[in-house]
T-cell receptor
Framework: AQSVTQLDSHVSVSEGTPVLLRCNYS??????LFWYVQHPNKGLQLLLK??????LVKGINGFEAEFKKSETSFHLTKPSAHMSDAAEYFC????????FGAGTTVTVRA | DTEVTQTPKHLVMGMTNKKSLKCEQH?????MYWYKQKAKKPPELMFV???????INESVPSRFSPECPNSSLLNLHLHALQPEDSALYLC?????????????FGDGTRLSIL
């Protein structure tokens, strides 16, 4: 079975500083990985996806993630945080169903 | 704006009521999903429909009854729910149910059981 582990339950950053959300995966074969964001009282929005093409994946709203097979990681980054980035972020691996990490809550300080 | 539309946005019901949640997508997707999400937790898969046929039931109690009338619509019929069923119910769709397909989510129905 495939699974993901989000290493931080909560990340707090200042507006304009970089954001790093860490995710490790476990998979017996080449995984399909996603990052989703959920703002309060909203559904989940797809930020980006990795499906064995380029290891550096660019997503929406300035986010990107790097797939590192040697480290079994798929960390999400953004160079400069904005107040609107405050939300819950889920790292997800796709098998016959989506397996979600526990989530990382991002707060952005003005 | 989300491309998966869920109605109603909020629902309060008693334990003896019967109600339905509705989900609609017009992206031509052939797989649709129901999830349950409790506060501060990731979504939990309930049902998967592929080409309008139920393909996965994650051991959901029979008080939840899904229905897929056509490729664009998905319903979740509710009957005799319990207080612990209070949650956000999310619908999602994808092009197919194969591995690697990203899912597109609606904004959910927030359900409260009195």
């Amino acid at each position: 079975a495939q699974s993901v582990t989000q290493l931080d339950s909560h990340v707090s950053v200042s507006e304009g500083t970089p954001v790093l959300l860490r995710c490790n995966y476990s998979s017996s074969y080449s995984p399909s990985l996603f990052w989703y964001v959920q703002h309060p009282n909203k559904g989940l929005q797809l930020l980006l996806k990795y499906t064995s093409a380029a290891t550096l994946v660019k997503g929406i709203n300035g986010f990107e993630a790097e797939f590192k097979k040697s480290e079994t990681s798929f960390h999400l980054t953004k160079p400069s945080a904005h107040m609107s980035d405050a939300a819950e972020y889920f790292c997800v691996v796709s098998d016959y169903k989506l397996s979600f990490g526990a989530g990382t809550t991002v707060t952005v300080r003005a | 704006d989300t491309e998966v539309t869920q109605t109603p946005k909020h629902l309060v019901m008693g334990m003896t009521n019967k109600k339905s949640l509705k989900c609609e997508q017009h992206m031509g997707h052939r797989a649709m999903y129901w999830y349950k999400q409790k506060a501060k937790k990731p979504p939990e898969l309930m049902f998967v429909y592929s080409y309008e046929k139920l393909s996965i039931n994650e051991s959901v109690p029979s008080r939840f009854s899904p229905e897929c009338p056509n490729s664009s619509l998905l319903n979740l019929h509710l009957h005799a729910l319990q207080p612990e069923d209070s949650a956000l119910y999310l619908c999602a769709s994808s092009q197919g149910a194969e591995r690697g397909q990203p899912q597109h989510f609606g904004d959910g129905t927030r359900l409260s059981i009195l």
